[in-house]
């Protein structure tokens, strides 16, 4: 069959790798792709939210399965563009996306149907919020509703930097549209774990857990990104915990959207906060994470276009998910200056110790080709080096190791990915 992926990052390069390996995969394309997908796909030259273009590329190579996880082309509709020419495709339908595009619906939701979460307001002016932050209990947290790359959020200490960070999301505009709601809610402590699922409307089929490390600093410090490294599985997922999430979280979730007319198809992403009172619900995405899908993708048994198929036709409920029982680790290789200014261009070295090395993956993110035909940096994270081990603390000695292989002019990393995991010894 002829795949079409849609996107361009390390998710993408993940989700790419996975394809290929399908026995049921012929040919793949990828739009636009980066400079890693091409050396498994085909790479077009068309944008992510071109959406007549893609579609009408689809239909001229009479594509069978086109794959998308990509919050803002999904939120805007390319699942319904697609089916309404007839086309074949994997991913969330607009009226279900916004589950992720609008963190005042998902709360809403939640509060709705019974699924824990934290306790939080919605504002829509910069007055009402400011007035709120006066009595506010602190910490605090602030959340830019709409789609900000996963940096729409501020974890404030106290009301001067709330107040701050409400004049910075509402009022400066710093993510555009994204501000025009502002959810304030509790600040909660407790280990974050992301726990993805397949979903075909009405079953769920839950992927293997894993971690992300969002602050770009060593201890998490420092600014949020969209992700500086992960590890997986998570060993504070525990059988308890997961048992309490099927019960009350996983289940409920896609039920409630059923019920609201906006059945979910796709990858339901849920980030969860582990409290001393119990799992709670700290967002949704309705794609694959990144750099989770690093971590998980690889230890992946299962074919995935077999699952991908059960979730477009509802028959989920016959898909039995495996996962290999090992560990991986996921470490970033980002521009200096990242998740503010850096510069592009630069030329990438080593990447050929990839080839050939068993139980380890180089995905590409920020990458492409220059006039030379030499692999430069083309973003912020650049490269997502994971690392296969029968142990966490093996998986993450080895994506170290393999993440000396790598050298670029600025190549920035954190020292302590996985770090966590000593602690569950």
Sequence with gaps: MKVLLVGGGGREHAIAQALKKSSRVDTLY??????????IAECVPIGTMDFDALTAFAADKEIDLTVVSMDDPLCAGIVDAFEAKGLRIFGTRANAAIIEGSKAFSKDLMKKYGIPTAAYEVFTDAESALSYLETAKYPIVLK????????????????????????????????GEAGDKVVIEEFMTGREVSALAFVDGKTYKL?????????????????????MGTFSPSPFYTPEIDAYCREHIYQKTVDAMAAEGRP???????????????????EYNTRFGDPETQVVLPRMKTDIVDVMDACI???????????????????????????QAYEKGKVISGLEKFDGAEGFYCFHAGTKLDEEGRVVTSGGRVLGVTALGSTLQEARAAAYEAAGWISFEGAYMRHDIGKAIDAAR
Excluded: W
């Excluded at 990828?30 to 050396?39: E, H, K, S, V, W």
């Excluded at 796709?266 to 009172?277: E, K, S």
């Excluded at 036709?313 to 991986?328: C, S």
């Design 30 to 39: 990828c739009a636009p792709g980066n400079a890693g997908i091409a050396a």
């Design 207 to 227: 992927m293997t857990s894993s971690q992300d490390h969002k602050r770009i600093g060593d201890g998490d410090t420092g600014l949020n990104t969209g992700g």
């Design 264 to 282: 979910f198809k796709g990858v339901l992403y849920f980030g969860l906060m582990l409290t001393a009172d119990g799992p709670r619900v700290l």
């Design 144 to 175: 830019a509703s709409g789609l900000a790359l996963g940096k729409g959020v501020l974890i404030c200490m106290d009301h001067a930097e709330a107040e701050a960070g409400i004049r910075e999301i509402m009022v400066d505009r710093k993510f």
């Design 313 to 339: 036709d509802g028959t989920l409920d016959q898909i039995e998910l495996e996962f290999e029982d090992n560990a991986a680790v996921c470490v970033v290789l980002a521009s200096g200056g990242y998740p």
